[in-house]
């Protein structure tokens, strides 16, 4: 039940539809250079920002450093807590433990916070085939719910929708509800409406920020509630998160969370920051009877493998990569066809997916580099792209082809065309022969060259080599 | 326990990499340096209030005045207060007439109608708070339960000024969070907000649209 990647379309031609799109093109402009100024005024200080962005990536490669040890320290902790914890290598394992969860409960009815590993397993359409009532509740994800759409932008899931069309779309689906663009109107209706669902609530289910390895604590930043109302009001809640979430000590959220509401939004912090160690205690008056947490595999544990690809991992979710990123800013989020978008979803997916199906996302970058300028934890995403162009064409059976899918790309004309240009660059003879052939035959260049020509002149060889210009300024 | 058998597994097969120190979180934290109390005060009062909450000066013997005259001109007609919580007797003796205390007795899951529909206002302390951000530190117990800073749409706070650190982690540290983490743990930083409709920011998305925060002895500081 996972969510697969839409291969029909293909990912070329979805962006060739995203950028005709002239409405979409003007939400993620206008998004895009929002967020980039709001990021850029929260980091005045260039100097404290680059100390902060290595403490974060050390926090991160000290975590994965640990991985295997601190998620067992995790599970102790939280176990002596109270808290059940599950482990899940495929989506389908993980739909299966929330649903068996579901049915002790006799639970038709969960609300969702806002969780990428829910959308990666494909949550919601594995309990609406079990007839349990999956509903989202923060407004981008509520919203684009109620489209019938997924998320465009890991943090702002509705991004892509001008106020306009969600005025159309509550006035559609919600009874009783007439046009209004006015923002604050709407976000009242959606609070009214969604208020009565968190009351009737079975499950809570929650993604997971970052868990605490030495104290077993689920952190869970949010600006709206609706995570504290989904983790806090059903009497099961149901946390699920991938296995690289971990960081060591309590200390080390500090800063992370300070890097990571000012690159994802430009907001210095968000309005809740909520640390959940244990269900509710006998005494207690409010709280979940059961907490549950399940670390999802799906892919991960092939990322862990290789140690550069391993970096991917260190990511804390903030979306600044997609929000510098000059492709991104163009085709938007569902133009990639999986659940993370942008720079970071063109090296995870892979993981997740299997490169055969995915590889077309690591060629969808100019290599700019804007992405790893902003990472806040130093993920090098270009090197990770061009590793996964070169996997994507591997040779099967050699050393390079280390992923499920390697060597996908890899077409016999394109085989053949690297051959002879090794041959012709390896034996300088019949290197020089070459050139002065195509120096002197260049009126016979072909005006068709594929998708270079589609936007751009022809490519024709210079009339005189290097060897020959040189030549001439010696003499 | 296939899956975790077999997670493990993988994780342990892979090579180890480039060895890496842990993180010294205290020395970063050290070379940016602490506020004076003063300080400390004024940026908190600066920065919650950038991010939409009120902030009103008073002392331990007048806040329940300055609380009730706050929730007569807002229309507060019902204020939920921690059941024996000592700032509920306080406020006891002085509210009448329009206000009405409703204590927190119940499990919530025995009054959720009354509760979500019904209460106007909550007051709860806040057990410290951090100036950095201007956010203010819940530690939820049987007398200050999770859902009153979360349900009602006003949350009244109070704030002992002496007890705003200069941030997360100096608050962390000098009350040993890590030795005995509470079931939940809140930083709170100004009302429930959004931005998810075409990055126009409105207030009291699921949460309080209001938060007021009464400090005690911030002014004389």
């Given at each position: 039940m996972s969510q697969p990647i839409e291969f029909h379309p293909s990912f070329a031609e979805r962006s060739k539809a995203a950028v005709n799109d002239a409405h979409l093109r003007q939400s993620f402009r206008g998004a895009m250079d929002f967020l980039q100024a709001k990021r850029r005024a929260q980091f005045p200080d260039a100097a404290a920002l680059e100390t902060l962005r290595d403490l974060g990536a050390d926090i991160r490669r000290y975590a994965l450093a640990n991985l295997p040890a601190l998620l067992e320290q995790l599970e102790a902790q939280l176990t002596a807590n109270g808290v059940k914890v599950h482990w899940a290598e495929t989506p389908d394992e993980a739909n299966a433990i929330v649903l068996d969860i579901a049915r002790r409960h006799d639970a038709t009815r969960m609300v969702k916070g806002k969780s990428m590993v829910s959308e990666e397993v494909g949550l919601n359409h594995a309990m609406a085939a079990a007839g349990i009532e999956a509903l989202e509740t923060d407004m981008g994800e509520y919203i684009v719910q109620l489209a019938g759409e997924g998320p465009s932008h890991i943090i702002m899931p509705a991004i892509h929708k001008t106020k306009q069309q969600i005025a159309e779309l509550f006035a559609?689906?919600?009874?009783?509800?007439?046009?209004?663009?006015?923002?604050?109107?709407?976000?009242?209706?959606?609070?009214?409406?969604?208020?009565?669902?968190?009351?009737?609530?079975?499950?809570?289910?929650?993604?997971?920020?970052?868990?605490?390895?030495?104290?077993?604590?689920?952190?869970?930043?949010?600006?709206?509630?609706?995570?504290?109302?989904?983790?806090?009001?059903?009497?099961?809640?149901?946390?699920?998160?991938?296995?690289?979430?971990?960081?060591?000590?309590?200390?080390?959220?500090?800063?992370?969370?300070?890097?990571?509401?000012?690159?994802?939004?430009?907001?210095?912090?968000?309005?809740?920051?909520?640390?959940?160690?244990?269900?509710?205690?006998?005494?207690?008056?409010?709280?979940?009877?059961?907490?549950?947490?399940?670390?999802?595999?799906?892919?991960?544990?092939?990322?862990?493998?290789?140690v550069q690809l391993r970096a991917t991992l260190q990511c804390i979710r903030c979306g600044a990569c997609m929000n510098h990123c000059p492709v991104y800013a163009r085709i938007g989020g569902h133009a990639y066809g999986t659940t993370y978008p942008g720079p970071i979803g063109a090296i995870i997916s892979p993981h997740l997916?299997?490169?055969?199906?995915?590889?077309?996302?690591?060629?969808?970058?100019?290599?700019?580099?804007?992405?790893?300028?902003?990472?806040?934890?130093?993920?090098?995403?270009?090197d990770i792209l061009i590793r996964l162009r070169n996997e994507a064409q591997a040779r099967p059976g050699t050393t390079a082809a280390s992923l499920r899918g390697s060597g996908a790309a890899r077409t016999a004309g394109i085989s053949a065309i690297w051959r002879v240009w090794s041959l012709i660059y390896s034996r300088l003879g019949l290197y020089r022969l070459t050139s002065w052939f195509m120096s002197r035959g260049r009126a016979l260049s072909p005006t068709e060259q594929g998708a270079w020509t589609k936007s751009r002149t022809p490519l024709v060889p210079a009339p005189k080599r290097l060897r020959d210009l040189l030549r001439e300024r010696q003499r | 326990m296939n899956a975790r058998t077999n997670i493990l597994a993988r994780l342990r097969a892979a090579p180890a990499g480039v060895p890496v120190p842990a993180p010294d979180v205290a020395a970063w934290h050290a070379a940016a340096g602490d506020m004076d109390s003063a300080t400390r005060i004024e940026r908190f009062r600066a920065n919650i209030a950038a991010a939409h909450a009120e902030v009103h000066d008073t002392d331990i013997d007048s806040w329940p005045a300055l609380l009730c005259g706050i929730a007569a001109q807002k229309g507060v007609r019902k204020l939920l207060v921690g059941k024996d919580a000592p700032e509920a007797a306080a406020l006891a003796a002085r509210a009448g007439g329009d206000l009405?205390?409703?204590?927190?007795?119940?499990?919530?899951?025995?009054?959720?109608?009354?509760?979500?529909?019904?209460?106007?206002?909550?007051?709860?302390?806040?057990?410290?708070?951090?100036?950095?951000?201007?956010?203010?530190?819940?530690?939820?117990?049987?007398?200050?339960?999770?859902?009153?800073?979360?349900?009602?749409?006003?949350?009244?706070?109070?704030?002992?000024?002496?007890?705003?650190?200069?941030?997360?982690?100096?608050?962390?540290?000098?009350?040993?969070?890590?030795?005995?983490?509470?079931?939940?743990?809140?930083?709170?930083?100004?009302?429930?907000?959004?931005?998810?409709?075409?990055?126009?920011?409105?207030?009291?998305?699921?949460?309080?649209?209001?938060?007021?925060?009464?400090?005690?002895?911030?002014a004389q500081a």
């Open positions: 559609a689906k919600l009874p009783g509800v007439s046009y209004t663009d006015n923002v604050d109107e709407l976000i009242r209706i959606g609070r009214e409406v969604l208020r009565k669902k968190f009351a009737a609530a079975d499950i809570g289910l929650s993604g997971v920020n970052f868990a605490v390895a030495e104290t077993g604590t689920l952190y869970l930043v949010e600006n709206e509630g609706n995570g504290r109302m989904c983790t806090t009001v059903p009497r099961v809640h149901i946390a699920i998160t991938g296995i690289e979430k971990v960081v060591a000590k309590l200390d080390h959220v500090v800063p992370l969370n300070s890097l990571l509401p000012r690159s994802a939004t430009g907001q210095p912090v968000e309005t809740y920051q909520n640390f959940i160690s244990r269900p509710r205690q006998p005494d207690e008056l409010d709280g979940p009877d059961e907490v549950h947490l399940i670390l999802l595999d799906n892919g991960r544990t092939q990322a862990y493998a290789d997916l299997g490169l055969a199906d995915t590889y077309p996302l690591a060629f969808a970058s100019t290599l700019c580099g804007a992405c790893a300028e902003v990472c806040p934890v130093r993920i090098p995403i270009p | 009405q205390l409703v204590r927190y007795e119940k499990p919530a899951s025995e009054w959720r109608s009354e509760f979500f529909d019904d209460i106007d206002a909550a007051l709860t302390p806040a057990r410290s708070a951090l100036a950095d951000t201007g956010s203010l530190i819940l530690w939820p117990d049987a007398r200050a339960p999770r859902l009153m800073s979360l349900v009602p749409p006003l949350h009244f706070v109070l704030l002992d000024a002496a007890s705003i650190h200069t941030d997360l982690y100096a608050a962390m540290t000098a009350e040993r969070w890590a030795d005995a983490m509470p079931t939940n743990a809140l930083v709170i930083s100004g009302p429930s907000k959004t931005a998810d409709i075409q990055q126009t920011l409105a207030y009291g998305a699921h949460g309080p649209r209001e938060v007021i925060v009464l400090l005690i002895g911030g």
